[in-house]
């Protein structure tokens, strides 16, 4: 069998093979996904003849660690893409693209890739399929009996793109490409071969859309900052509205690791209503991309990236509202104020004259400490170390309190903030002592 055979003289020839139809929209729209991928590894990309990518990675040899980790990586995120693809390395893109074709090598200096390129049949350049049973009759079976052919009777006998093609690829002419550019903004869509009955099964569609993701993100030279996950269901009579999943980020991010530990944290807790037929992601939110640390050191105990990392996974894991955050209020009385919001949402913060020393642990509710010798007692007895700070507020809600704070200190010399009633509490009561928190 050749390439290019009609159906019927391949099932004459093996009846029993399997037979696919294309689809070539389908097609177009995975090229250019893997296309978008790639342009995390270099901003200049563009597209061949016979579903061939093209790279220019002459500057982001170093940024990646050489071309065998470039190469490495690239293969990885054709994996992630759910992809095979044959990697080839050249001085030129044609003559990258020719050796893909035909094995995949890695070839650094212009001499080597000549050699390399002689040894190829002649039916590597597509140009020449409408006359290779004419070069066959002549003798002409490889890439270095072509050359040696009279240019002008190859003119006049073919298509003047053959030649071209063939002095790009060594290097003899100047390459002209059509540079992909991105859209403005990011939304793809992957349809399933197959329905999906659980959401975290959806992960590996989900990694083939946040590896474009990055790749148009690297492209835009953008960061996201909230991104929407949609899972389709059934349509038509029967459908079912789509399953969102809104990811909101602390920190904006233009890398995919972070992304897929919080995706796959919220679709292993994610119950489907029905089986799923296709995934949306859509960079709903983003900003130019953060300029690199010029610090030569780490900080100790992590950046403040690392840590808002750390809470967006603990609310991927743990759900919105099981991480909390303080956020103060414009009231003296401790227990009155401060109340605890989303960590993701946006704390209050107050400029307000300084206060006195607090306790980094308020207990729930204040205890009611005794007197001995005249002093309060907690384990021992406690001396107070500090001048009275006086707090005297609520009148307007019907929660008054009236109170002298001190900071006292035990015979273990922990700290500890107590308080004492005002003499002449409105009440009438005696006034008691109590404990209220704790220094660390």
Not at 219 to 247: C, D, M, S, Y
Request: a positive charge; one cysteine or more.
């Amino acid at each position: 069998m050749r390439h290019g055979m009609r159906r019927g003289g391949v099932l004459a020839l093996l009846p029993q093979a399997p037979m696919h139809d294309r689809a070539p929209e389908r097609e177009a729209q995975t090229l250019f996904g893997a296309a978008t991928a790639l342009l995390q590894y270099t901003p200049q990309a563009s597209f061949s003849d016979d579903a061939t990518v093209l790279l220019d990675i002459g500057a982001s040899l170093r940024l990646f660690g050489g071309i065998r980790m470039l190469c490495q990586r690239v293969r990885c995120t054709m994996h992630r893409l759910g992809l095979t693809a044959i990697i080839s390395c050249a001085p030129t893109a044609a003559g990258a693209a020719l050796l893909a074709r035909h094995g995949g090598v890695r070839i650094m200096k212009k001499e080597r890739l000549h050699q390399c390129l002689d040894r190829l049949p002649v039916s590597a350049l597509l140009t020449v399929a409408p006359y290779l049973d004419w070069l066959e009759g002549i003798g002409c079976r490889t890439l270095s009996d072509l050359r040696r052919l009279p240019r002008a009777g190859l003119q006049r006998r073919g298509h003047t793109h053959m030649l071209d093609t063939l002095d790009c690829a060594y290097g003899n002419a100047p390459e002209l490409h059509a540079w992909i550019e991105m859209p403005p903004t990011f939304r793809q869509r992957i349809e399933l071969n197959e329905r999906i009955e659980h959401a975290d099964a959806a992960l590996h569609t989900v990694q083939a859309l946040l590896a474009q993701l990055c790749g148009w993100l690297s492209a835009r030279q953008l960061a996201v900052k909230q991104v929407h996950v949609q899972l389709e269901h059934e349509r038509g009579r029967q459908a079912v509205t789509p399953t969102a999943i809104q990811l909101a980020l602390a920190e904006s991010t233009w890398q995919d690791s972070h992304l897929i530990r919080l995706l796959k944290e919220r679709l292993a807790h994610l119950e489907i209503s029905a089986p799923i037929i296709a995934v949306v992601l859509e960079a709903a939110e983003t900003e130019p991309m953060a300029p690199a640390s010029d610090k030569l050191f780490p900080e100790p105990g992590g950046s403040p990236a690392d840590y808002k990392r750390l809470v967006e996974l603990l609310v991927a894991r743990l759900g919105a509202d099981k991480v909390l955050q303080a956020s103060p209020l414009a009231d003296y009385r401790p227990e009155q104020a401060n109340r605890w919001v989303p960590v993701m949402a946006t704390a209050t913060s107050l400029d307000h004259r300084p206060l006195p020393p607090r306790p980094t642990w308020l207990l729930e509710q204040p205890v009611v400490l005794p007197l001995r010798a005249h002093r309060p007692y907690y384990g021992a007895r406690l001396r107070p170390v500090s001048p009275p700070e006086r707090i005297e507020a609520g009148w307007w809600n019907g929660l008054l309190v009236t109170r002298d704070y001190y900071i006292a200190e035990g015979a273990n010399h922990c700290h500890y903030w107590i308080y004492r009633e005002r003499i002449g509490d409105v009440d009438g009561r005696e006034p008691h002592w109590y404990l209220h928190g704790l220094f660390g």
